[in-house]
């Protein structure tokens, strides 16, 4: 997405400062002009460098495996033989992995949580082939851990015991793209950027945006309804996807990949599908709606001296920005402290206890700017902005972003974390974060808090030195019992994985779970799909 410049704005960039006493007249601030040569203040790594390693990775300590971390016993699942592995090859000839060196990256999480015993890996093409290797599982009674991109927060992707990985790499194929309808048609294994770029040469661009799109799998992103940075303007991936093939536990292909907007005839299947997290079925292909690529981007990066001012600088752009904005997203001052401590990123406005990301997306540069400038004078005057930065240019536009996507991996570096990823009303986001550091202080490194403020979506992360058991009895079940006690959701994006599975009571009454329960019993009788995940542990 390249932005237009706009006449009224005489550099791609600006810096504004209120130097005003809160409550003065707007024409008393002053406005700081900077100049494309002028100091831009963030170094370090470029944000499109893999947010999922690390260069302290190969000396990381060995995770401890997730059966002997958590309380979880086998079920009665096969083991597998050389009869079977025999089989599998015949079945994706080249393609079968028993190297353990080479199993070990896709049998941990990339958060180094959490860790499985698999003792092979398969690699299909086609949705033919995982139909072969899901029926002959079925009738040998072997467990399968379907995995994407393995990018993964809560220990979904990544087996519990010695589960087969069913890896969805090598089933990267664009099928086709519509030029009219923007309408897309892959294969479940394609990469959410390598997509991206596909759909931009054509002048669209992909309804969803993670973090981790250089690595995450856009079956993966449907098997976890993923929502990431665009949610604000595009919606779900419920509203997105047109259709999907998936293949069932026994080795049905269900195949249904439509490329119609409007279809009533009878139940929509796919949305079955969507955030199961490869327990109902594997996901491998899709179809999904593209929006027009905008003409006009512009991100402002701003401070906020205390959250109720985030808040209000929200409702003010919800009016004022309207329809081209498309994200809005918080982050405390220690996050800013962590990616610039670890990541070597710093801040390009002036310290703040609050900084909120600001991305606008239209079709004529000009009435954008005009709208933005309207905006920024607004909260500056009021004092709800301290300080702020402009971009319209693609790589200060990604640089800002990557103050923002790039907290996830500065906090890996930080030490051992704790993850939540909430659902609260806006109104309250922040007191969680607030009341979690004085009741863990001094026990936890950090507890920090950011995300999506404009979808309600808040990421608590706590961070240590290492696993405490004492240290998580200290935030569970006290984070959901909270959450619930707000009407929240103990997931917002994430997913339930491994680690969530069994806290699914305080978002979900107890007939939803029972009827969750009969929708895994008809699909997967046997249990062999991602088995000890999203649903809750049975007696």
Same mark, same amino acid.
């Given at each position: 997405?390249?932005?237009?410049?706009?006449?009224?704005?005489?550099?791609?960039?600006?810096?504004?400062?209120?130097?005003?006493?809160?409550?003065?007249?707007?024409?008393?601030?002053?406005?700081?002009?900077?100049?494309?040569?002028?100091?831009?203040?963030?170094?370090?790594?470029?944000?499109?460098?893999?947010?999922?390693?690390?260069?302290?990775?190969?000396?990381?300590?060995? #995770?401890?495996?997730?059966?002997?971390?958590?309380? #979880?016993?086998?079920?009665?699942?096969?083991?597998?033989?050389?009869?079977?592995?025999?089989?599998?090859?015949?079945?994706?000839?080249?393609?079968?992995?028993?190297?353990?060196?080479?199993?070990?990256?896709?049998?941990?999480?990339?958060?180094?949580?959490?860790?499985?015993?698999?003792?092979?890996?398969?690699?299909?093409?086609?949705?033919?082939?995982?139909?072969?290797? $899901?029926?002959?599982?079925?009738?040998?009674?072997?467990? #399968?851990?379907?995995?994407?991109?393995?990018?993964?927060?809560?220990?979904?992707?990544?087996?519990?015991?010695?589960?087969?990985?069913?890896?969805?790499?090598?089933?990267?194929?664009?099928?086709?793209?519509?030029?009219?309808?923007?309408?897309?048609?892959?294969?479940?294994?394609?990469?959410?950027?390598?997509?991206?770029?596909?759909?931009?040469?054509?002048?669209?661009?992909?309804?969803?945006?993670?973090?981790?799109?250089?690595?995450?799998?856009?079956?993966?992103?449907?098997?976890?309804?993923?929502?990431?940075?665009?949610?604000?303007?595009?919606?779900?991936?419920?509203?997105?996807?047109?259709?999907?093939?998936?293949?069932?536990?026994?080795?049905?292909?269900?195949?249904?990949?439509?490329?119609?907007?409007?279809?009533?005839?009878?139940?929509?299947?796919?949305?079955?599908?969507?955030?199961?997290?490869?327990?109902?079925?594997?996901?491998?292909?899709?179809?999904?709606?593209?929006?027009?690529?905008?003409?006009?981007?512009?991100?402002?990066?701003?401070?906020?001296?205390?959250?109720?001012?985030?808040?209000?600088?929200?409702?003010?752009?919800?009016?004022?920005?309207?329809?081209?904005?498309?994200?809005?997203?918080?982050?405390?001052?220690?996050?800013?402290?962590?990616?610039?401590?670890?990541?070597?990123?710093?801040?390009?406005?002036?310290?703040?206890?609050?900084?909120?990301?600001?991305?606008?997306?239209?079709?004529?540069?000009?009435?954008?700017?005009?709208?933005?400038?309207?905006?920024?004078?607004?909260?500056?005057?009021?004092?709800?902005?301290?300080?702020?930065?402009?971009?319209?240019?693609?790589?200060?536009?990604?640089?800002?972003?990557?103050?923002?996507?790039?907290?996830?991996?500065?906090?890996?570096?930080?030490?051992?974390?704790?993850?939540?990823?909430?659902? $609260?009303?806006?109104?309250?986001?922040?007191?969680?974060?607030?009341?979690?550091?004085?009741?863990?202080?001094?026990?936890?490194?950090?507890?920090?808090?950011?995300?999506?403020?404009?979808?309600?979506?808040?990421?608590?992360?706590?961070?240590?030195?290492?696993?405490?058991?004492?240290?998580?009895?200290?935030?569970?079940?006290?984070?959901?019992?909270?959450?619930?006690?707000?009407?929240?959701?103990?997931?917002?994006?994430?997913?339930?994985?491994?680690?969530?599975?069994?806290?699914?009571?305080?978002?979900?009454?107890?007939?939803?779970?029972?009827?969750?329960?009969?929708?895994?019993?008809?699909?997967?009788?046997?249990?062999?799909?991602?088995?000890?995940?999203? $649903?809750?542990?049975?007696?």
């Amino acid at each position: 997405m390249v932005p237009h410049l706009v006449s009224r704005w005489p550099v791609w960039l600006f810096r504004c400062r209120a130097a005003y006493t809160p409550g003065a007249p707007v024409q008393q601030k002053t406005w700081a002009w900077m100049s494309s040569a002028a100091p831009w203040g963030i170094v370090g790594t470029s944000p499109l460098v893999c947010r999922h390693s690390s260069s302290t990775s190969s000396r990381a300590p060995e #995770v401890m495996l997730t059966h002997k971390r958590y309380p #979880v016993r086998r079920l009665p699942f096969s083991v597998v033989s050389e009869e079977d592995l025999a089989a599998f090859e015949r079945m994706v000839p080249g393609r079968v992995v028993t190297d353990p060196e080479e199993l070990e990256a896709s049998n941990v999480d990339w958060l180094r949580t959490v860790r499985g015993c698999s003792k092979v890996l398969l690699r299909p093409r086609t949705s033919e082939e995982v139909s072969r290797i $899901l029926r002959y599982c079925h009738e040998r009674n072997l467990a #399968v851990n379907p995995q994407g991109g393995n990018t993964g927060m809560v220990g979904g992707s990544v087996p519990v015991f010695d589960e087969i990985i069913l890896s969805t790499a090598l089933m990267n194929q664009v099928i086709s793209f519509h030029d009219v309808s923007g309408i897309l048609v892959c294969q479940a294994g394609c990469v959410l950027e390598e997509l991206s770029r596909h759909v931009e040469q054509r002048d669209f661009i992909m309804p969803l945006d993670l973090g981790a799109k250089g690595s995450c799998h856009i079956g993966g992103n449907l098997a976890t309804n993923a929502g990431g940075l665009r949610f604000l303007r595009y919606g779900s991936l419920h509203g997105t996807v047109l259709g999907m093939e998936v293949v069932l536990a026994n080795g049905t292909i269900l195949s249904g990949l439509t490329s119609l907007r409007k279809d009533n005839t009878g139940y929509d299947l796919k949305q079955l599908f969507i955030g199961s997290e490869g327990t109902l079925g594997v996901i491998t292909a899709v179809s999904i709606l593209c929006p027009p690529k905008p003409k006009a981007v512009n991100v402002a990066f701003l401070g906020c001296p205390g959250f109720a001012e985030v808040l209000q600088t929200f409702s003010s752009c919800k009016g004022m920005l309207g329809e081209i904005l498309s994200a809005y997203e918080f982050m405390d001052a220690e996050c800013m402290q962590l990616v610039g401590h670890h990541l070597q990123l710093a801040s390009p406005v002036q310290e703040s206890p609050f900084y909120v990301l600001i991305e606008t997306s239209g079709s004529r540069a000009e009435h954008d700017a005009e709208k933005l400038s309207d905006f920024l004078e607004q909260v500056l005057g009021s004092g709800l902005v301290t300080d702020g930065t402009l971009a319209t240019d693609q790589r200060k536009i990604k640089a800002l972003w990557a103050l923002r996507e790039r907290i996830t991996e500065a906090l890996s570096l930080d030490g051992y974390v704790y993850k939540y990823d909430v659902s $609260l009303p806006v109104e309250r986001l922040y007191d969680l974060v607030t009341e979690l550091r004085a009741r863990l202080s001094p026990r936890a490194k950090h507890v920090v808090g950011y995300g999506h403020l404009g979808d309600g979506n808040l990421h608590l992360n706590v961070t240590a030195e290492a696993f405490s058991a004492s240290l998580l009895g200290d935030l569970e079940p006290y984070v959901y019992e909270w959450t619930a006690g707000q009407q929240g959701s103990v997931s917002a994006e994430h997913g339930v994985g491994f680690k969530k599975k069994d806290i699914l009571g305080y978002s979900k009454p107890p007939e939803a779970l029972q009827l969750m329960q009969q929708l895994k019993a008809l699909l997967d009788p046997k249990g062999i799909l991602n088995p000890y995940k999203t $649903l809750p542990s049975q007696a």
